[in-house]
C-alpha cells in the first residue's frame, strides 16, 4: 500500500526517534509499504517519520542511482559499491569523514526544492536489516549522502538544515506553500 509522505512543516519530522524492535506491530508491512511508497514517488530513500511514524526505521536504494548513471558519473558519484538497497533499523552513524562534498538534494517531505548540501563522503553505521540482523559497515560518496540523509530524519533533522541562512530566506515563501499543501507532487501527501 502506498503511504502519504508527511509534508514539510509537520512536525513529526523534528521529533528525535525512538527505537524499535521485532515486536513492532506490522513491522514488515510497513517496511513492505514504505518501498511500495518510495518508488511510486520516484524516490532514493525514505524515513519511518515521513510516512507519519516517530520511529528509527528508513529504506535507501542506491542501486537505482547507479543503475541509471552513466560511467564517468559513476566513477564520480560512487566509490567501490554499486548502490544499495537496504533497511536500517536502530542505526547510529558511529564515525563521519572530514573528507567532505556538497552536492543538491532534494526530499519527498519537501517537493521542488533542492539545495547545495554538504555531506562527509564516508561514514560508518551501525544497523539492524529488515531480520533483525546487526551489521557494522562503511559507505562512501552517493551511498553514504543518501543515509545521511534518511538517518536525519530519524534524529528530527532536514536537510535544509544544513543551508545557510541567506538562501533560506530566499525560499521561505516556497516552503510556507508546502507546509499549507499549495504544492502538489505526483505522489500522495499529507
Not at 502506498?2 to 519530522?13: D, E, F, Q, S, T
Not at 521485532?22 to 508491512?29: A, N, R, S, T, V
Request: negative net charge.
Amino acid at each position: 500500500m502506498i503511504l502519504p509522505v508527511v509534508a514539510y512543516g509537520r512536525g513529526i519530522l523534528r521529533q528525535k526517534s525512538k527505537d524499535i524492535d521485532k515486536d513492532f506491530p506490522g513491522l514488515y508491512e510497513l517496511i513492505e509499504n514504505m518501498w511500495q511508497t518510495l518508488y511510486s514517488a520516484d524516490g532514493s530513500g525514505l524515513a519511518a517519520p515521513q510516512v507519519n511514524l516517530s520511529v528509527k526505521l528508513f529504506i535507501v536504494d542506491s542501486k537505482e542511482i547507479y543503475d541509471n548513471m552513466d560511467d564517468e558519473d559513476r566513477l564520480e558519484f560512487f566509490s567501490g559499491d554499486e548502490g544499495i538497497k537496504e533497511t536500517f533499523i536502530n542505526a547510529k552513524i558511529t564515525e563521519y569523514s572530514d573528507e567532505k562534498w556538497i552536492e543538491k538534494e532534494g526530499c519527498l517531505s519537501i517537493p521542488t526544492l533542492s539545495e547545495d548540501v554538504e555531506r562527509s563522503w564516508t561514514i560508518c553505521i551501525e544497523y539492524l536489516d529488515k531480520d533483525f540482523v546487526k551489521h557494522s559497515k562503511t559507505f562512501s560518496g552517493m551511498t553514504a549522502r543518501v543515509i545521511q540523509h534518511e538517518f536525519d530524519h530519524t534524529e528530527g533533522k532536514l536537510y535544509l538544515d544544513y543551508v545557510n541562512s541567506l538562501r533560506k530566506k530566499f525560499i521561505n515563501g516556497k516552503l510556507l506553500k508546502i507546509s499549507k499543501g499549495q504544492i502538489k507532487p505526483k505522489y500522495k501527501m499529507q
